[in-house]
C-alpha cells in the first residue's frame, strides 16, 4: 500500500503477516526499497532489525471482531480517554489463550510459555487477574485495569494489543518482539520488558505515571478512518472505529473524516 501527501511518499507492507525476514523470497528487497522512501518504509510483520524500516500497527483481524460484543465495543471507541482512565480499579489483566489456548506450550512462542510459568510463581497475588473472561465480559475487565500482560502469539503482532490501547490499558510486551521495540521508539504507549520477572507494583506505578499521558493520542490514532482503512475487515472496521467518533471524543470530527477519504 502506497500512501501519499504533498510532502513525503509512505510505503506501508500491511494486511497480512507476512514476516519482514521472508520478504527476500518473494523479490521485495526491503534495503532497496528504504533507499526510495526513506525514513517511511513501515511493515506490520516486522520481525528482524532492518536500517529504515519501522513497524506499522496491525490492529485486528476479522476473527477478533467477530468474538467481541458490537454494542459494548461501540460504547468503548466512544468513550472519552479521560473517562477510560478515571474507570480503572485494577492493575494488570493476565488472561489470555481463550482463541489458540495450545500456543502457551509451543515452542514458536517462549515468551507466551516464559509469562505463564512467571504468573504461576507468582502464585495468589491481589494486583493480576488471571482468571479467563467470558466474552461479553472481556471488555468490561480490560477496562478496568491499567495494563495489559501481551505476550506473543504465531504472529508478529497481536490483536490484544491494539484492544488495550482502544481500552486505554497499556500493553506490557516481551522485548524479543521487534516490531513492538520499534512502535515504542516512535512513542506508542506500550511497555516492554526483557524479562517478565520486571512487571511489578512499583514499576507499574512508574510505568503509568510516564505513559498513561501517551494513551489518548494512541487512541486517537487508531480511531482515524484513513489509519484504519487497510484492516482486514475494513466495512465493519471503519464504521466501528470511524463512523461513530463525536468530535472531542477519542476520535475525529465529520469534517475531518471527509478530509481523510
Not at 7 to 34: M, P, Y
Request: charged share 20%; glycine share 6%; with cysteine.
Amino acid at each position: 500500500m502506497l500512501l501519499k501527501d504533498a510532502s513525503t511518499r509512505v510505503l506501508v507492507l500491511a494486511g497480512n503477516d507476512r514476516r519482514a525476514s521472508t520478504l527476500k523470497r518473494f523479490g521485495i528487497q526491503l534495503h532497496e526499497l528504504s533507499r526510495v522512501f526513506g525514513k517511511a518504509v513501515l511493515v506490520a510483520a516486522l520481525d528482524c532489525e532492518l536500517p529504515l524500516v519501522r513497524a506499522w500497527p496491525h490492529l485486528f483481524t476479522h476473527g477478533h471482531l467477530e468474538r467481541l460484543p458490537e454494542s459494548r465495543l461501540r460504547a468503548m471507541l466512544l468513550t472519552p480517554t479521560v473517562d477510560l482512565l478515571r474507570g480503572k480499579s485494577h492493575w494488570l489483566f493476565a488472561a489470555w489463550g481463550s482463541m489458540y489456548p495450545q500456543l502457551d506450550r509451543s515452542r514458536s512462542c517462549p515468551d507466551r510459555g516464559a509469562a505463564r510459568v512467571w504468573l504461576r510463581g507468582l502464585g495468589s497475588t491481589a494486583w493480576v487477574h488471571t482468571a479467563k473472561v467470558a466474552p461479553d465480559a472481556y471488555l468490561d475487565v480490560l477496562s478496568a485495569h491499567r495494563f495489559m500482560l501481551s505476550p506473543s502469539g504465531l504472529g508478529v503482532q497481536s490483536p490484544k494489543t491494539y484492544e488495550a490501547l482502544l481500552a486505554g490499558t497499556i500493553p506490557i510486551c516481551h522485548a524479543s518482539n521487534v516490531a513492538y521495540r520499534k512502535l515504542r521508539e516512535d512513542g506508542w504507549p506500550l511497555v516492554v520488558v526483557s524479562n517478565w520477572s520486571d512487571v511489578n507494583m512499583s514499576s507499574m506505578r512508574d510505568w503509568w505515571q510516564h505513559t498513561s499521558g501517551q494513551l489518548d493520542l494512541a487512541r486517537r490514532c487508531l480511531l482515524r478512518p484513513g489509519f484504519a482503512h487497510w484492516a482486514v475487515d475494513r466495512a465493519r472496521v471503519m464504521r466501528l472505529c470511524g463512523a461513530f467518533a463525536p468530535a472531542g471524543s477519542a476520535g475525529v470530527s465529520a469534517s475531518e473524516r471527509e478530509r481523510s477519504e
